[in-house]
């Protein structure tokens, strides 16, 4: 009973002292006092538990120790975050006396619904080095003392851990930038994420940890002992402190809001934040971008000085690492020196000239190396001269194409951003500096959205990918690169300006930059068709690319072969930019494709790819040279598309599937690619085929990310429909490929009530939250095709949108003779070839199409 009473006192106290906490951060928003109330109030209640559990069994508790370690230990108690607790004996047997202790202490605490991270070592254990569990070693880096036997921890704390810092510095600082930099890695190797996890993502309060953890590691290294301070220099120690202070404040706000340890900074959290005013050195009211900016900068601070650290301190180099920087030390010049991969001024007073600063960026992007400390600080020293004075016109233009061209130019590029340098020398980018826009597609920052760009290109020439090889080599038949990676830097500026149109705006931000740096007006007009046409690609691939029309409109629009090089590159990248996903095989196959059609059109030259159709049907006849007639009947009908999208061995797979339409009226093929499944469907065609089966994919919860409809004169469908398997169904359940053809084949021959399935489906599911509002757009066209009417629908993305779309086409007497299926985030953008009985669409039947389809996604 005295247990029960003890817990549910506990439990109280825990209550209404959390509530007080969040009360107070409400009210003044210190991040920092909400941590020392926290860590206070556990602290509090652990003491209460090992008086009632511990000393209670032994009152000297001699050989066992309480301690705090990780953030608990740092004295960094978010409101949800784990207690990590180390639970600390001389020997086996002490280990085995307080064990029954040590469990009921755990289970209080774990009854209290606190989040316990416990572990359990005796003294010896903790002066080995694992290097399979790096990070508890480093939690004992910020152990304290809590409870019990004093001398013990001492004996931790003052000789253990000295002693193995001394011993194993060199692998233990190895093991923890490793550690660090793949999960940089995981992130894109970018802070400038629009949601960033503000405690794992490059300049989190992680990294705030590493950075601390580096330093103080190196300094055990030399003194054999505990530092009395911080190694790091006090500008930069204060400006990491106010990193932490905002950040801590901020993951206090998360915490709150969400109620669990979610340190997420979504847009809505954002907007929260920035009217609460989290982390604000004053009072005045900020807009989420300018608070997003904020957080940058503090992010930045952070992202460099661990970025330094890890680059100054050779033990924490791997062997491949080392033999790196061993070769860059080579690199050393008149003007520069190049020690363990940091770049140093050989004259301090050098930067007084602007053109030795240019040439050290150049140097930069040459090789990439990184600034040394010292040399970051002299360059900030001297922008306000450079300010006053700054490098202009083709002197300008001249360093920094030479820059632009060099293999690691986007590092340079980043350099001269963080220390303010760029925005200084182009003005024009300063609005887009750590510019959020939200459309939940892209997944950077607008600045380092173009950084990745330019570097996308650049990597072209070290990649393995077939996809990229190609592109490399017409990066690599340029007349002008530079051109094309100024169009990169500056093709979306145009976002920063309010309400406008961001291409027009990019336009005219351009010019004026191009203005000031005396671009040769024939180089002029180049990088403004490339910001100007910098969407036309992507566009074009929402129509038909193996269309003569939709190939001729593209490439007289683009006029030349290299201005058509340079956009196809550009389009390549600008979309690989986007978000590590937005560039999958299909869409890089079909900007390739789109890129040979336009280039045979503007050379007029005909090659292999022009006339593939031709090659391939005397590929098929090789290989099935007794189908004879058989052959010419089932390709009879077909569109070229079919010929262009399909492999031979596929066509006769198709044929041969066609052949058994007698014993069966539905033929299935099923098959997994590397990205996602492909579901091939041959039977007779009949009204409503392509919506019901979009239906019963979406029934099962598949994704559908592309789609191929055709047929022939014999009236025989192949449908191809390639998808995304959302709950790995088919993916841990071998079993269930079986169940799901039969389910296709089920409902095709009217067996199975899809109504019902979609049903099932629809209470199982919860609707995602939308996080950007997208106005439905219905567009059509009747000049792409000559034989048949283009829609296009722009709409929220959402569960069984296309068997929607399509169901109301087929109600609408439409035959979709081809769809594009697109999505760009929160936005699917479909494209419908269609006919009414084998011919284009009238006007008056569009406006019904168009009404009721409007009237269709309205219904959520």
């Known amino acids: 009973m005295a247990t029960s009473s003890l817990s549910s006192g506990l439990r109280d106290v825990y209550l209404s002292e959390s509530s007080r906490i969040q009360q107070q951060f409400a009210a003044a928003g210190s991040?920092?006092?909400?941590?020392r109330a926290r860590t206070l109030l556990i602290e509090n209640i652990l003491q209460t538990l090992w008086r009632e559990f511990v000393t209670g069994a032994n009152s000297n508790s001699e050989n066992f120790a309480l301690v705090a370690t990780g953030g608990f230990g740092r004295g960094w108690l978010f409101p949800y975050s784990d207690i990590d607790l180390l639970f600390l004996f001389a020997d086996r047997e002490s280990e085995q006396q307080y064990a029954e202790p040590v469990r009921r202490l755990s289970r209080e605490l774990w009854d209290l619904k606190l989040k316990l991270s416990p572990a359990t070592r005796m003294l010896a254990e903790c002066d080995r080095f694992d290097p399979n569990n790096t990070e508890f070693t480093i939690s004992l880096l910020d152990s304290r003392y809590l409870a019990g036997d004093r001398n013990l921890f001492d004996r931790l704390h003052q000789k253990l851990i000295p002693r193995l810092i001394r011993l194993e510095a060199e692998p233990l600082l190895q093991g923890l930038a490793e550690v660090?930099?793949?999960r940089h890695a995981k992130f894109g190797n970018t802070l400038f994420h629009l949601e960033p996890n503000i405690k794992e993502a490059p300049g989190g309060l992680r990294d705030y940890n590493v950075a601390g953890w580096l330093a103080l590691i190196s300094a055990m290294e030399k003194l054999h002992d505990w530092p009395e301070s911080s190694s790091l220099r006090?500008?930069?120690?204060?400006q990491m402190e106010a990193a932490l202070d905002f950040l801590i404040s901020v993951r206090c706000f998360l915490h709150f809001r969400h109620g669990r340890d979610d340190n997420t900074l979504t847009w809505e959290a954002q907007d929260a934040a920035a009217e609460a005013g989290i982390g604000a050195e004053d009072a005045s009211p900020l807009t989420p971008a300018d608070w997003m900016r904020v957080y940058y900068g503090h992010a930045r601070v952070v992202q460099r000085t661990v970025a330094q650290l890890l680059e100054e301190i050779p033990a924490a180099w791997?062997?491949?690492?080392?033999?790196?920087?061993?070769?860059?030390?080579?690199?050393?010049?008149?003007d520069f020196s190049v020690v363990d991969g940091l770049v140093f001024l050989q004259q301090p007073s050098a930067l007084q000239d602007p053109e030795i600063l240019l040439r050290l960026f150049h140097f930069i992007a040459v090789h990439g190396v990184r600034l040394g400390t010292t040399t970051e600080y002299r360059i900030e020293q001297a922008l306000p001269a450079l300010a006053a004075t700054p490098p202009k016109g083709a002197e300008l233009w001249l360093y920094l194409q030479e820059a632009l061209l060099q293999p690691h130019a986007a590092d340079a590029l980043r350099a001269m951003h963080s220390l303010r340098l760029l925005t200084l020398l182009l003005p024009e980018l300063k609005p887009i500096d750590s510019l959020v826009i939200r459309d939940f597609y892209h997944r950077f920052t607008v600045d380092e959205h173009s950084f990745l760009a330019i570097e996308s290109l650049h990597r072209l020439q070290q990649s393995q990918s077939e996809w990229d090889r190609r592109y490399a080599e017409i990066l690599s038949e340029l007349e002008y690169p530079e051109l094309l990676y100024l169009a990169l830097l500056l093709h979306d500026t145009g976002k920063a300006v309010p309400q406008a149109n961001h291409v027009d705006a990019s336009l005219d931000i351009a010019s004026r930059c191009m203005?000031?740096?005396?671009?040769?007006?024939?180089?002029?007009?180049?990088v403004l068709f490339l910001i100007g046409n910098h969407l036309e690609m992507s566009a074009a691939l929402r129509r038909d690319i193996f269309s003569?029309?939709?190939?001729?409109?593209?490439?007289?629009k683009v006029g030349t072969p290299e201005r058509l090089k340079m956009l196809c590159l550009l389009t390549y990248a600008d979309i690989k930019a986007v978000n590590p996903e937005a560039l999958t095989p299909w869409k890089a196959e079909n900007v390739w494709q789109l890129y040979i059609a336009a280039a045979n059109y503007l050379n007029r030259s005909a090659d292999q790819r022009v006339h593939a159709g031709d090659e391939k049907l005397a590929r098929l006849r090789s290989l099935a040279p007794v189908a004879g007639n058989k052959f010419k009947a089932f390709v009879e009908g077909f569109p070229r598309r079919y010929l262009r999208v399909h492999s031979a061995e596929e066509v006769m797979q198709h044929m041969g599937m066609a052949a058994l339409l007698g014993a069966d009226p539905v033929q299935l093929d099923l098959k997994r690619g590397r990205h996602w499944y492909e579901l091939t469907l041959v039977t007779a065609d009949r009204p409503s085929l392509f919506a019901i089966l979009a239906g019963v994919l979406a029934a099962w919860g598949m994704n559908i990310v592309k789609a191929n409809a055709f047929s022939n004169q014999a009236n025989i469908v192949v449908d191809s429909i390639f998808f995304t398997d959302?709950?790995?169904?088919?993916?841990?359940n071998f079993s269930e490929w079986n169940r799901f053809k039969r389910s296709v084949r089920d409902v095709l021959l009217g067996e199975t009530d899809l109504t019902r399935m979609l049903q099932d489906r629809q209470r199982s599911e919860k609707n995602a939250a939308t996080k950007v509002k997208i106005e439905t757009r219905i567009d059509f066209d009747q000049t792409s095709s000559s034989a048949t009417t283009l829609l296009q629908v722009i709409s929220q993305d959402r569960p069984r949108l296309l068997h929607r779309i399509a169901s109301a086409l087929s109600r609408h007497d439409c035959n979709i003779e081809i769809a594009l299926i697109d999505t760009e985030g929160q936005m699917a953008i479909d494209t419908f070839y269609?006919?009414?009985?084998?011919?284009?669409?009238?006007?008056?039947?569009?406006?019904?199409?168009e009404r009721a389809l409007l009237e269709e996604l309205k219904r959520e």
Do not use: M
């Not at 070769?327 to 050393?332: A, E, K, P």
């Open 31 to 35: 991040g920092r006092s909400s941590i």
């Open 180 to 182: 660090t930099r793949a």
């Open 234 to 238: 006090p500008p930069l120690r204060r």
């Open 318 to 334: 791997s062997s491949v690492y080392r033999q790196l920087q061993s070769w860059r030390s080579r690199l050393s010049n008149s």
């Open 515 to 526: 203005d000031r740096l005396d671009v040769d007006p024939a180089e002029r007009a180049t």
């Open 548 to 556: 003569p029309d939709t190939v001729a409109a593209f490439a007289e």
């Open 726 to 732: 959302r709950f790995r169904t088919l993916e841990l």
């Open 834 to 849: 269609l006919t009414s009985a084998g011919q284009k669409l009238a006007s008056d039947h569009c406006r019904q199409i």
